[in-house]
């Protein structure tokens, strides 16, 4: 038994292959890949581009199928539900954050954040969403609309709607590649706090060492393969593990 199926996982895949396309230009973007993200946590996913660390988020979260294999939101397994149901269990139990911000101009940063369980026709619960907009410090710009706002504001707005329906896991895909450094610090710096005050699940793709420090733990992806994992991370070691990458040590089937 591994210590992936020891500990509490909120989302997991299991010998996940993913292959787009096929015939002589079929990409094997996903080359049996299996990986446990701990309840509570904050996990970032690094690897060199084309990795697979995209291609990885999309299949855990259910908007993207994978080849061979299984991807479990708690204890559901994705591949055994229909298209309707694969739909309730991403409204109902993840939330999403994006590289774009994509909320909606002419709603107001209270609307947004509400937007996904009012679609839902659920009431949010109060006290959470209370709580929540104090953690991602918007209480002042309720009523302004995203235009209003700055970019690394417009991103905190996408976070506490990604969290307002108190999903078991949010993904995060580049949550910071629109930002300047500093916007971006505080939207990395948000999601750590909101995962340590609220015990939520956050799993994050990133290319950057200094994003993927803001998290308790590192996977790391190269050539569709998970090759590390790294516990307590700063950007200084996880610069130095993305170096490792170039030596053939690194390579998946080499030594370690
Ligand atoms: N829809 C697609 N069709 C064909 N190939 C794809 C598709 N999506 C991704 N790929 C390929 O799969 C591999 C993994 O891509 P993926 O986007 O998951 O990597 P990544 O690590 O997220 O890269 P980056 O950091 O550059 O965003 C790459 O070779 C990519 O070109």
């Not at 590289?99 to 002419?106: G, K, R, S, Y």
């Not at 104090?134 to 995203?146: A, C, E, S």
């Not at 393969?225 to 516990?231: F, K, Y």
Request: some cysteine; proline content about 4%; hydrophobic content about 40%.
């Amino acid at each position: 038994m591994t210590t992936t199926t020891l500990t509490r996982t909120a989302a997991r895949v299991e010998n996940a292959v993913k292959v787009y396309g096929s015939g002589d230009t079929a990409v094997r973007a996903l080359d049996g890949v299996t990986v446990g993200f701990r309840a509570g946590r904050f996990t970032a996913i690094m690897g060199p581009s084309g990795s697979g660390k995209s291609t990885l988020m999309h299949c855990a979260a259910g908007l993207d199928t994978l080849t061979e294999g299984s991807a479990h939101i708690g204890d559901t397994e994705l591949s055994a539900l229909d298209d309707r149901r694969l739909t309730l269990l991403r409204r109902d139990r993840i939330g999403f954050v994006f590289q774009a911000f994509n909320l909606v101009p002419t709603l107001t940063v209270a609307e947004n954040i509400t937007l996904p369980a009012d679609l839902a026709g659920r009431r949010p619960d109060a006290e959470w969403l209370d709580a929540l907009i104090d953690v991602v410090g918007l209480r002042d710009r309720l009523h302004h609309r995203p235009a209003e706002l700055s970019g690394g504001q417009q991103q905190r707005v996408a976070v506490a709607r990604a969290f307002a329906g108190r999903p078991e896991v949010v993904f995060a895909d580049e949550p910071t590649g629109n930002l300047d450094s500093r916007s971006g610090e505080e939207v990395l710096g948000l999601l750590g706090d909101t995962v340590r005050q609220t015990g939520r699940t956050v799993v994050m793709v990133t290319h950057d060492p200094v994003a993927a420090a803001h998290a308790d733990e590192v996977v790391f992806l190269a050539d569709g393969r998970l090759v590390d994992r790294m516990e307590h991370p700063t950007a200084d070691k996880v610069l130095d593990r993305m170096k490792a990458f170039d030596t053939a040590a690194s390579r998946p089937g080499g030594p370690s």
